[in-house]
């Protein structure tokens, strides 16, 4: 019989679903102290775990006939998806059971940052002082509400807040503009645009390398003075130092939030405003909401102990045994291309991820091209994206996924991807050399070679003397050290240039390089 263990509190109307299933055995374990708890999951099938409980490496080798692990909510940072991928543990969460209560909390934040009800409340009750005069507020009619980020939570906020009389304006660079326009609301593909167009902005992205610290110093001095911020969406996606100077100063009328960097946050400097309005990462904390949860999360259990399905797996078990050895280091290598390539297209909207196989690897094409799509895409849906719900997820962004064999061009085996927006494209080839050395051969028709890893620089410039002189200088003026440099011609006066470094780059450093007359665009990228 299998056993299902829940690792910590969850509701009983979804417990009830296991216990009274005759086929699993339930291991009630949420008092369990962790330490202890270690030695009670050696024999579970599924484990439901929240917040509380780290699923880590050692978890992991503890758990030894562990084939499933169910995270009861959205977030798995608490979640080792690698290593569980390695040891052929399937991952899944609860994706949207909490999307109206993340809504509604971030309602309630857009309207206490109009009105200050907190403040207002706490002089009334705690202080009995009747006091009229101090507490004006603004109106939302009228208004413009900058939404970041029009996925499942930030477009129902828009919608509800439309109703409210407010102007929309979302900036969200990979969704069509469609999804945005149709519903009668105003979309940016500039960020600049939307920070310093909106009255009020509220941001609703995954927590990925790209959004984390991504509203800084920098982006609140472009907002309007006395912008209201709001934050119901993940941690650390402002930057909290800033957002205690833009306080300070006035910058920030207000601001309401509901997660953090660092959790819990009980002696955190934002909690000493008195315009800021605070709540205890509830996003997910509403009744209907974790009954939800709990139901979910329960039948995920049931049907992964049954090996039914595995809805929301947020990751597939690594199977090497599938393949022949010599198309393993392809899987790596189509992943990395793929996501370096969306780092250097990364201004558009994805309209297509197209991959083109030569040789003996054509016959996995299909395969290879679930690992690109992935890799493509993780840049912006973070561990939200995965082999299972890739072919879902792309076609909900309109975003078309082929494949094509071609003939030998000289390789016995190459692998490209071509990244197609709206706009324009951007290709990247590769291939292996000897049992498993990558190497990246072609970038976007310039012929190259180097390994795909590291921290690079990509400079596309007229080929004339001085070039290579002028990006060396500038590197230097920034103790930026280059490790190598690769460089390839196409014969019509133009010239690619790779520049492996040993520290990252920031934006003002690529804004000299692309000032360069010679220069027609600089883009850093990458890769572990």
Known sequence: MKKIIICDAILEL??????????????????VPKDELLHIIADADVAITRSSTDVDAKFLDAAKNLKAVVRAGVGVDNVDIEYASKKGVIVMNVPTANTIAAVELTMAH??????ALVNSHKQLKEDRIWNREKWYGVELKGKTLGIIGFGHIGSRVAIRAKSFGMKILAYDPYIPASKVLDLDMSYTQSLDELLKESDFISIHTPKTKETNAMIGAKEIAKMKDGVRLINCARGGLYVEEALCEGLKSAKIAWLGIDVFSKEPATNHPLLDFENVSVTAHLGANTLESQSNIAIQACEQALNAAREISYPNALNLPIKTEDLPSFA???VELVSKISFLCSQIENKDVIKAIRLEAEGEISKYAKSMLSFAAVGALKRILGDSINYVNVDFVSKEKDIALEYEVLPSSGYNNKLTIKILTEHSGFSISGTVFAEDEQRIIDVNGFKTDFKPKGKMIFIKNKDIPGVIADISTILAKHDINIADFRLGRDGNGFALAVILIDERVDEAL????NKLDSCLFAKYAELV
């Open 510 to 513: 690529l804004e000299q390089i």
């Open 110 to 115: 857009l309207l206490c940052s109009a009105r």
């Open 14 to 31: 979804g417990v009830d679903l296991i216990r009274k299933a005759d086929d699993v055995e339930l291991i009630e374990a949420a008092k």
């Open 328 to 330: 393993l280091p392809y």
